[in-house]
């Protein structure tokens, strides 16, 4: 192990304390969390009818009135280098013409393809052909060539969020459009503003704020609104030591190997966000506006929800302040507890024999945290990481995220009830990260540091164990009050493949 001269020297200016944590981590790894039960319909997972649905959006029509801080959080850092594995793959191939299925259907439906003109006119500039005529010559990898590499579209070193995913009859939008759009669908309030927080990387900050310039008036005066767009990147402080075979430093030219820490990281991102409300969607999670009703109407439900329940638990705090000393009552606390219960699904058996004081300590602790309501998706693939009930260090069990690493599946009970879970995850959610006096959470301080995952990669030939932080929707959230509401599958569409593109609710 080494000594902290010794790693002083090898960390540069990253915090000491801070590495010596994340080695430890190394050396022990990560707790299994221990699991209740998967959530489902009447036992963790709300699913609301019509007049439901209608009483929520109202509300929050109501809220929006009031001209409260909205934001819409886009994690929009993500290369599209893996949507393209396979043709990178078919560009590598000792074979020169389409052979496997993804191959075959990549060419068969290129014209569908929201970016085809542009890689047309890609085509016709660097190999003096149309991409058809290049297709009927067999010269399939110069249409992959100009669709990859730099001197092409560059689609292979590109974010997902500036490729053009949805064909329109006035232009073709890229996913930052359609979550400009959306913006304006479902958060924009009385005052008619709109914002819109991107994460991006660095290296690709300077192109997504041009392409917010080439198109923010377009979108500002179709929807009569005003936009504020702001980008932020993960900050290097939060990345995390690489570790070798012996969770020693992995060191490369005498200094300590940092990797970034993961989406987990950008709870700090969140945390520098001055608002009242913030929507949180990935960037590939979109669907052109044929599509987009439904998204919309379940975004203010589930905001809707939200606010109904923050102004109930304020309604408490402020009761809860007044504390025995003003006479509070027991049925105030029990209904204060049953609210704990029944609408927050964090339930714990011992507050039964708690004396008034410690109930009161109790009920403010677990209420006074920020929000979260959670859209989940009835599971109908493969089982994995979603929404759970998880005991607590202090016996009470609440709703977690979970993804699937954090479950043992060598443990034959949370394996059965893993692969038996009914909801997944699709990242859909809407979040209240200020407190009943109108101050903002300090949200590092409602992470579990004990949830983060060490995954092994190579580097140079040598194995590398890297650490992710808790994920943000996972452990950086695992101390905040959370509520899962059934949403139907149609407002989760992410896209992995470019042939996703090619799916109904894409082309």
């Not at 299994?32 to 929520?56: N, Q, S, T, W």
């Not at 992470?447 to 650490?467: C, H, P, R, Y």
């Not at 959230?477 to 509520?483: A, Q």
């Amino acid at each position: 192990m080494k000594t902290t001269e010794e790693l002083l020297r090898l960390i540069g200016n990253h915090d000491v304390a801070t590495v010596k944590e994340q080695l430890a981590n190394f050396r022990n790894g990560f707790p299994f969390l221990k699991i209740e039960k998967a959530a489902e319909i009447g036992d963790g997972i709300l699913r609301l009818g019509e007049a439901e649905i209608v009483h929520y959006e109202g509300v929050w029509k109501n809220y929006l009135a009031s001209n409260k801080e909205i934001i819409k959080f886009v994690p929009a850092s993500g290369a599209a280098s893996r949507m393209f594995k396979d043709l990178f793959e078919f560009l590598a191939a000792d074979y020169s013409e389409p052979k496997s299925d993804f191959e075959r259907k990549f060419f068969a439906n290129i014209t569908v393809f929201a970016f085809y003109d542009d890689l047309n006119a890609a085509c016709l500039k660097n190999s003096g052909a149309t991409v058809d005529q290049l297709v009927a010559g067999g010269n399939y990898k110069a249409v992959v060539r100009n669709l990859l590499e730099r001197e092409g579209l560059n689609y292979g070193n590109l974010p997902k969020g500036l490729l053009k995913f949805h064909r329109y009859d006035d232009s073709n939008r890229t996913p930052l459009e359609e979550h400009l759009v959306e913006g304006a669908l479902y958060t924009q309030n009385a005052a008619k503003e709109v914002n819109l927080h991107f994460t991006v990387s660095d290296e690709h900050r300077e192109l997504f704020e041009k392409q917010v310039d080439r198109v923010l008036d377009k979108y500002a005066t179709s929807y009569g609104v005003n936009y504020s767009i702001s980008f932020s990147e993960q900050k290097k402080s939060t990345d995390t030591i690489a570790a070798d075979a012996n969770n020693e430093p992995f060191v490369e030219n005498g200094k300590a190997v940092f990797r970034p820490g993961g989406h987990g990281a950008l709870v700090e991102n969140l945390n520098d966000l001055d608002t009242d409300i913030v929507f949180i969607k990935n960037i590939d999670n979109v669907v052109p506006d044929r599509l987009k009703d439904t998204t919309v109407t379940y975004k203010k439900l589930l905001a809707g929800v939200l606010v109904s329940l923050q102004e109930k638990a304020f309604e408490y705090l402020r009761l809860l302040d007044g504390g025995s000393e003003f006479g509070i009552s027991w049925e105030d606390l029990i209904e204060i507890d049953a609210f704990c219960r029944n609408d927050l699904m964090n339930k714990n058996a011992a507050t039964a024999d708690y004396h008034k004081d410690k109930l009161i300590d109790y009920l403010h602790g677990k209420l006074n945290r920020p929000i979260r309501v959670c859209g989940m998706v009835k599971n109908e693939g493969e089982p994995g990481g979603g929404p759970y009930l998880i005991v607590n260090e202090d016996g009470s069990v609440s709703p977690q995220i979970l993804e699937s690493s954090q479950i043992d599946m060598n443990d034959p009970r949370s394996a059965t009830i893993m692969n038996t879970a009914t909801h997944f995850n699709p990242v859909d959610l809407v979040c209240a990260v200020k407190d009943y006096k109108g101050r903002k959470f300090d949200l590092p301080n409602y992470v579990d540091k004990s949830t983060g995952f060490i995954s092994l990669k190579s580097k140079n030939g040598k194995e590398l164990k890297a650490l992710e932080l808790p994920g943000l929707w996972n452990g950086a959230m695992s101390n905040w009050n959370t509520v899962f509401v059934e949403v139907p599958a149609i407002t989760f569409n992410p896209v992995k493949t470019v042939n996703d593109l090619l799916r109904n609710e894409h082309a």
